[in-house]
């Protein structure tokens, strides 16, 4: 295609780095010497896809398929030699012929197809290194958020550092905080997708860059005061230490309880929003949950994150604050107590995200330090027997409850005021509030109990004549 319209192309970015890594995507990466709406607009056609500009300042445009994308690009500079040089790590400033690459592509190919790659920085060596290097010394000044996306690489795709590298973060991560809010979202979002949040976490702290993140929260200071009980040192010990148990609960969700196990799976398929799967707005909230809620609302607006992750995420924090331990004891589907149907109605419409971030906090390591090592497996390890059953017990509660509706009281405001010559207004709702809480949990059966509950809430806060 691009021969029929007299335009030179190549492979670039991370398409030709995964083909590296024997990683198989259906994805392309393509710069093009010509125009890119041109190419993009003729691949949509060939293929019956459409297509979108990605940023028409930049002559980036998407073609989209079912299982696949191509992303064309209009060369940056003169040359493919001069749009390598602008690109961010040595791994990604490589080039192949389209001409080239459509003919055999597939993981391992680009061993057979080395001699004709453009590899002007040592990419292809790097690559076999798992070595990640920068292309030039204004790597972060030309884009800070290439501060975060090193460690994605290292997170996710096995790279380490070069020492050079590593020390140009540690000595420029606060330009971080010139990145934009929503990229900086995204790319958080990208690391936590491939699970490990604990250790994605402990590299950002160890490069310098969690301060950054979350100036709000973390300073040098509590850095240097955690083990004496800074706020902050505190609150990030913990939430690593939940992050890590969370894992362990998110590979397995049936593991916590047999019987909400498909529910528990189903919801977790069920993105939070556009950006955030939920299993990645866990790990966030779970990052976040541990500060106040102020806090918490300030940086997820910092981040321009949706009102849905805003409204988990203070869940959470309220839940956390205004049930003083985590997990209640539930007695039986049939009669389960108040606490646990405070809990559930505290913790809606996020009963099942609080609860796992719950168990995950409650078998959270004790260990010392800042930064407890990971434990894999800790859950296996070191069971708690009770708080295993009161988080299972809930489950099971919350799956019943959805699937067959909440215990509906028998009494309705209408037929207080009926029965008891109730009028409208704030004792009608307490009252109601107090039988239903009651007949949720068991504590009264049929009409008549329910409203004997109800009569003696009057007798209690009317005065006697």
């Known amino acids: 295609m691009l021969q029929g319209l007299g335009i030179e192309g190549w492979l670039v970015g991370g398409s030709l780095r995964d083909l590296g890594l024997g990683l198989s995507s259906p994805d392309w990466d393509v710069v093009v ?47 493919i030699g001069e749009d390598l040089a602008l690109r961010d790590f040595t791994v990604n400033a490589m080039a192949l012929p389209v001409a080239v690459a459509s003919q055999t592509i597939s993981p391992g190919a680009l061993d057979r197809m080395s001699g004709q790659v453009i590899d002007p920085y040592g990419g292809l060596i790097h690559l076999k290194e798992r070595r990640l290097v920068a292309v030039c010394p204004r790597i972060f000044q030309d884009d800070p958020l290439r501060l975060l996306r090193a460690v994605r690489f290292c997170h996710v795709l096995g790279f380490n550092l070069s020492p050079a590298l590593e020390t140009r973060i540690r000595e420029q991560a606060a330009l971080l905080d010139r990145a934009a809010p929503e990229r900086i979202a995204g790319e958080l979002a990208l690391t936590l997708e491939a699970g490990g949040a604990g250790g994605a976490v402990r590299q950002w702290e160890r490069l310098g860059l969690l301060a950054v993140l979350l100036p709000e929260a973390f300073t040098q200071a509590d850095a240097q005061d955690s083990e004496s009980g800074s706020e902050g040192g505190r609150s990030l010990t913990a939430a690593v230490a939940t992050l890590d148990n969370l894992e362990d609960l998110l590979r397995d969700p049936e593991a916590c309880s047999e019987e909400a196990g498909p529910l528990l799976a189903a919801r977790l398929r069920r993105p939070v929003d556009g950006l955030l799967s939920r299993p990645v707005a866990l790990r966030l909230v779970g990052l976040l949950g541990f500060f106040e809620e102020r806090t918490v609302v300030e940086l997820a607006r910092k981040w321009r994150l949706s009102s849905r992750f805003l409204s988990l995420a203070r869940k959470v924090a309220r839940t956390r604050a205004s049930q003083g331990v985590w997990l209640p004891k539930v007695r039986d589907l049939a009669r389960p107590g108040r606490e646990a149907i405070l809990f559930l109605w505290s913790a809606a419409p996020w009963e099942p995200e609080v609860i796992f971030l719950a168990m995950a906090a409650e078998k959270a390591s004790a260990a010392r330090g800042r930064f407890p090592a990971a434990a894999p497996g800790l859950l296996r390890s070191s069971r708690l027997p009770e708080g295993e059953d009161r988080a299972g017990s809930l489950l099971r509660l919350w799956a019943h409850r959805t699937a067959t509706g909440a215990a509906r009281c028998p009494l309705d405001g209408q037929a207080l005021q009926r029965e008891l010559g109730l009028a409208p207004g704030p004792e009608l709702g307490r009252i109601l509030a107090v039988v239903k809480l009651a007949w949720e949990a068991g504590e009264v059966s049929g009409p008549e109990g329910a409203l004997a509950l109800a009569r003696e809430q009057i007798r209690r806060t009317r005065p006697s004549r």
């Open 33 to 79: 010497a010509g125009d890119a709406a041109l190419v993009a607009g003729q691949v949509a056609h060939a293929t019956g896809r459409p297509w979108f500009a990605l940023s028409e300042r930049h002559g980036a445009y998407r073609v989209v398929g079912p299982s696949w994308h191509v992303d064309v690009a209009a060369l940056r500079g003169a040359s």
